[in-house]
C-alpha cells in the first residue's frame, strides 16, 4: 500500500523557536548581535519589518547567527513522538524547508541529534510546487504566505499558531494548531490516521 505523504516544514514547526515575540531563539541572537536588548515593532514574520532594520544589517546577523541558531534550537514538544506514531500509522513524512541548501548537514545533524523521522528532506522557499510533485496530501507550516499559497495550491495546511500569523483569516483547508498533539488529533479526524493507545 502506497504511503500517504505529510509535507512538514522544519523552522517553527518542528524546532520550539519560543513562545512570545519577545522570548526567543531569533529575538535573543538578534538583541546578542546588536549588543542590546530590541523591541519588536509588531508581530510580523519579517524581521528587517518587525524590528526596523535595513537590509545590511539583517544580512549581517543572519550570516553571523544563522548557525547557532539552527544548531541551539530546540524541538518542539511531543514532535518526534507524534511524527513516529504518524509514520507507523502509514504516513511517509517529507521535510520541506525554505532554509539554504548550504544549511544541509547542519540540518540533518540536527535532526538525528533529536532523532525526528523523516524520509526525506527538501530545501526549497517555494513550497507548493514541489509539495505537488511529491504528492503531498497534509502540510504542516507555520508561515503564513506559505499557507496561503498551498491552500490556494489545493493542499491542505494544519497552521501551527504563532504571534506572526494571527492574521490569517479561517477558510476552507485550513486547521489550527496550537502544538503537536493537536496536529494528530486534527490529522486523526480529517485525514483518517488511526492513533496508537
Known sequence: M????????????????GDSPENNIWH????DFLGENVARNNKTYDMSEAYGLSEEVLS??????????????????????????????????VLITARDEKYRQMT???????KIPY????????????????DVELFVEDYAENAISLIESNIPVVLINSYHNQWVEARSGLYRADNWLDVELIIEENFGKEVSP
Open 119 to 134: 524520509s526525506d528532506l527538501i530545501h526549497e522557499v517555494d513550497k507548493p510546487p514541489v509539495a505537488k510533485n511529491k
Open 2 to 17: 502506497k504511503s500517504r505523504i505529510i509535507g512538514v516544514d522544519i523552522d517553527g514547526v518542528i524546532s520550539f523557536e
Open 108 to 114: 540533518t545533524e540536527w535532526l538525528a541529534k533529536h
Open 60 to 93: 549581517c546577523f543572519l550570516e553571523e547567527k544563522l548557525p547557532y541558531i539552527y544548531e541551539h534550537v530546540e524541538p518542539q514538544p511531543y514532535v518526534r513522538e507524534t511524527l513516529q506514531r504518524l509514520i507507523e500509522s502509514g504516513f511517509e513524512i
Open 28 to 31: 535573543n541572537a538578534l538583541c
